[in-house]
Structures are given as structure tokens and as C-alpha cells.
């Protein structure tokens, strides 16, 4: 079954720094996401992204958040200072459809700030 | 404003006894009902979904859920339990908006 990749599967900053968060959603995919998970338990909605713009975005993506998809593979997700309280998995997901096809989940990128 | 509710931290059960997640839900509109199942260092796993049609839906690895409009639920549910089942369970919602919201997630144990 085809997967969603995510790059780094763990990543160490420093506070204050700036980290990229890297996906590739599945291929024929059209709609993106970022959640996060912290400590293990509740998954917290960031961004949807579709036709190259944000569709939707929580009250956590603030403006030192960012998502691109700078080319036809990659999906990215940008803390441009980075607090410690945004010490999280990160996970990223796509779907061939908005809301009602499953999302397939990347096996998430664990950020920790110093 | 979406949400979901996962009313127990833990459900434990033991191997061969029949098993239920319970979850709730609050939408504006018609729901798009999820369960996702999540191991150790993973990413979130798709078991099944409810859009419309029968109540009953049947997924992945012997689960099913039942919608209940009236009661606003769509409990997950596994006639046998197998131990291999131990996991972290979560409900989610969706609406055409596309965003899903996700409950706090319910720990299953099911011991030998």
C-alpha cells in the first residue's frame, strides 16, 4: 500500500531556532494536513492544504507557522522560532478527498526544543 | 464547532471477550465518523468510516462501529478480542470543511 513519508523521524532544536518539517503525501493525493500529538495522547489539528493554498488552519497555526509545497512531491511544514511548548510528534496525512476518504498518516517526526 | 468525545482513558478486556471504545459526537450538519488505531512509535491507522448507508460498519481486522443518530454516537466495537488489539484507539469527525477532529484517544488492554 502506498505510504506517506516524513523526514527527519526526530528532530533536536535549540528555542528561538527555525526547523522545516518534511512530507511526501501519496502520489494522487490532492488534500494535505499537519497535526501534532503531544506526549503520546491527543491529536491536534493544524492545517489542511489543498489546490496550493490553505484551507483551513487552528488556532495553533499561528504566524510562526508555515506549510508549502514547494514542488510536486513535497509537502512542508516551517516553524520559523521554535518555543519549547512546541515540542510535539508531528504528524503529516493526505487524502484523495477532503472529508469524507480516510487519511493515511506519515509515522511523524518527533520535535524536541531546548 | 466539531468535536469528539471519548468518554474512557482505558478500557481493558480479556482475550476472547467481546470489546467496546465508546465515542460521541458533536457536529453542525451531516458527520463523517472515523476510527483510527495508533501502536507504539506509529502513525495513526485507518480501521473504518461511516459517511452514510447502514448503521453498521464493518472494517479492518474484525472491527466494526454502529452509528446512532440519536444518541449522536458511533461506538467501536469486536465480538472477540484478540491481544494483538492492544492499542491507542481514537474517534474523529469530519465535515466538507475537510478538517478532522480527533477525541483524547482510549488506551485497549486486552490481557491473555
Known amino acids: 500500500e502506498p505510504e506517506v513519508t516524513q523526514t527527519p523521524s526526530h528532530q533536536v532544536t535549540q528555542m528561538g531556532q527555525e526547523v522545516i518539517l518534511r512530507c511526501v503525501p501519496i502520489s494522487n493525493h490532492l488534500y494535505f494536513y499537519w497535526y501534532r500529538q503531544i506526549l503520546g495522547q491527543k491529536v491536534e489539528f493544524l492545517v489542511s492544504f489543498y489546490n496550493n493554498e490553505i484551507s483551513e488552519k487552528s488556532e495553533i497555526f499561528d504566524d510562526q507557522f508555515s506549510v508549502e509545497r514547494p514542488d510536486g512531491s513535497n509537502f512542508t511544514l516551517k516553524i520559523r522560532s521554535t518555543k519549547l511548548e512546541d515540542s510535539a510528534m508531528y504528524f503529516c496525512?493526505?487524502?484523495?478527498?477532503?472529508?469524507?476518504?480516510?487519511?493515511?498518516f506519515g509515522s511523524g517526526t518527533q520535535l524536541s526544543v531546548l | 464547532a466539531q468535536s469528539v468525545a471519548q468518554p474512557e482513558d482505558q478500557v481493558n478486556v480479556a482475550e476472547g471477550n467481546p470489546l467496546t471504545v465508546k465515542c460521541t459526537y458533536s457536529v453542525s450538519g451531516n458527520p463523517y465518523l472515523f476510527w483510527y488505531v495508533q501502536y507504539p512509535n506509529r502513525g495513526l491507522q485507518f480501521l473504518l468510516k461511516?459517511?452514510?448507508?447502514?448503521?453498521l460498519v464493518k472494517g479492518s481486522y474484525g472491527f466494526e462501529a454502529e452509528f446512532n443518530k440519536s444518541q449522536t454516537s458511533f461506538h467501536l466495537k469486536k465480538p472477540s478480542a484478540l491481544v494483538s488489539d492492544s492499542a491507542l484507539y481514537f474517534c474523529?469527525?469530519?465535515?466538507?470543511?475537510?478538517?478532522?477532529?480527533f477525541g483524547d484517544g482510549t488506551t485497549l488492554t486486552v490481557k491473555p
Open positions: 461511516y459517511i452514510t448507508g447502514d448503521n
Open positions: 496525512a493526505s487524502s484523495r478527498d477532503s472529508h469524507n476518504e480516510k487519511l493515511f
Open positions: 474523529a469527525v469530519s465535515t466538507n470543511a475537510g478538517k478532522s477532529t
